[in-house]
């Protein structure tokens, strides 16, 4: 047999391998009225959900990928397109591909427009990802808990 103490260090070498799923599955069987067991599988579902709405961003009625990578490209296209306006050939088209594969052409306004719009989306999610990890860090009981929503939008 084991103890509550050795049963909890296994889950959280579980909590490692599996799936988000499997893990709420697993701990809601075993752990149901363990908070602190409980906040981990809200902070990991919170953490999925919030990479997930970081990997992706619609604009214009298209999915653009927002991962690390594109980012980068991105801020670097800004970052040329500024250095260019006080030159003789400044940018004046920038070309972007979509999820989908397809090519958007944008003017560098409109593509400064969208780089902002991208800008406040991530900033959106970042702020709003860590008030809702807070009221899950400060949930005193298992109900105030699960009275948490996960929800990563603002209101329209």
Same mark, same amino acid.
């Given at each position: 047999?084991?103890? !509550?103490? #050795?049963?909890?260090?296994?889950?959280?070498?579980?909590?490692?391998?599996? +799936?988000?799923? +499997?893990?709420?599955?697993?701990?809601?069987?075993?752990?149901?009225?363990?908070?602190? @067991?409980?906040?981990? /599988?809200?902070?990991?579902?919170?953490?999925?959900? *919030?990479?997930?709405?970081?990997?992706?961003?619609?604009?214009?009625?298209? /999915?653009?990928?927002?991962?690390?990578?594109?980012?980068?490209?991105?801020?670097?296209?800004?970052?040329?397109?500024?250095? $260019?306006?006080? +030159? #003789?050939?400044? @940018?004046?088209?920038?070309?972007?591909?979509?999820?989908?594969?397809? /090519?958007?052409?944008?003017?560098?306004?409109?593509?400064?427009?969208?780089?902002?719009?991208? !800008?406040?989306?991530?900033?959106? /999610?970042?702020?709003?990802?860590?008030?809702?990890? +807070?009221? @899950?860090?400060?949930?005193?009981?298992?109900? $105030?808990? *699960? $009275?948490? #929503?996960? *929800?990563? #939008?603002?209101?329209?």
């Amino acid at each position: 047999d084991f103890t !509550a103490d #050795e049963l909890k260090a296994g889950f959280y070498e579980v909590a490692k391998y599996c +799936t988000s799923e +499997t893990l709420k599955l697993y701990a809601d069987k075993h752990f149901s009225d363990d908070l602190e @067991i409980q906040k981990h /599988i809200k902070l990991n579902e919170l953490k999925t959900l *919030k990479e997930a709405k970081l990997s992706e961003f619609s604009y214009n009625d298209k /999915i653009y990928q927002i991962d690390e990578n594109s980012k980068v490209n991105l801020n670097g296209k800004v970052s040329a397109i500024l250095l $260019a306006q006080s +030159t #003789e050939k400044p @940018i004046t088209q920038v070309n972007w591909i979509a999820k989908d594969n397809s /090519i958007t052409q944008f003017t560098t306004l409109e593509f400064l427009a969208f780089s902002n719009a991208v !800008a406040e989306y991530i900033e959106t /999610i970042l702020f709003l990802n860590d008030t809702i990890r +807070t009221k @899950i860090n400060q949930a005193e009981s298992i109900e $105030a808990l *699960k $009275a948490i #929503e996960l *929800k990563l #939008e603002n209101e329209a």
